[in-house]
């Protein structure tokens, strides 16, 4: 079962540093995300979200080559595979494009917006869906960086670990737990 977490940052760019390095504790697997989105609220008031899948490209990219190969069968069929290949790439491609807009992934956006709203101007909020984590070393590389617990799904206590780490300027001690 994964763990949702959101954190608000007084800056619109920490949290998007936050998410970058989170992306190379996920190449050191020391996290697993599920999923993970930047809302950023700008000066005006208005929300913006960063989602870190972009499923209009992946489908995109899935429907161009299932649409060439089928398209380049069917070309086959009736002696033209060239043609077949680049109508199929054409037509998957968009089909793909079409799908991976209309799904959603993930954390609800409407609970993305909902939240964006109540965080104020200039800042941003990390909302992450964590599948598995080693606490110790991703706390240890999060230690000082006033962040604000906003929601999570997190224990108490764990949820109080977090925002030691975040808010104190020390890593957190080795028997922190896990989260």
Same mark, same amino acid.
């Given at each position: 079962m994964?763990?949702?977490i959101?954190v608000g940052f007084d ?8 998410l ?5 504790l ?19 008031g ?6 870190? +899948?972009?499923?209009? %490209?992946?489908? =995109?990219?899935? *429907?161009? #080559?299932?649409?060439?190969?089928w398209?380049?069968?069917?070309? $086959?069929?009736? +002696?033209n595979p060239? %043609?077949?290949? =680049?109508?199929? *790439?054409? #037509? ?9 807009? $209309? ?19 200039n800042?941003?909020a990390?909302?992450i ?15 000082g ?10 224990s108490p206590?764990?949820e ?7 808010s104190d300027?020390?890593?957190?001690s ?6």
């Open positions: 994964s763990d949702l959101v800056t619109p760019e920490e949290a998007d540093k936050v970058v390095k989170l992306a190379g996920k190449k050191e697997y020391l996290i697993d995300l599920e999923d993970a989105v930047v809302v950023v609220r700008d000066a005006e208005k929300v913006h979200l960063k989602q870190s +899948l972009n499923l209009t %490209a992946i489908g =995109a990219t899935s *429907g161009l #080559l299932s649409g060439s190969i398209g380049g069968l069917v070309g $086959l069929l009736f +002696l060239l %043609a077949g290949f =680049a109508i199929g *790439g054409a #037509l998957g491609a968009g089909a793909g494009a079409l799908s991976g807009s $209309l799904t959603d992934y993930g954390i609800d956006d409407d609970f993305i917006k909902s939240l964006g709203n109540t965080i104020p101007n800042s941003s990390l909302f869906l964590v599948r598995k984590v080693q606490p110790e070393k991703v706390l240890a590389e999060f230690s960086l006033r962040g604000r617990v906003l929601k999570t799904s997190l206590e764990q109080q670990k977090l925002q030691a780490a975040l300027a020390q890593a957190p080795p028997q922190a737990g896990t989260f």
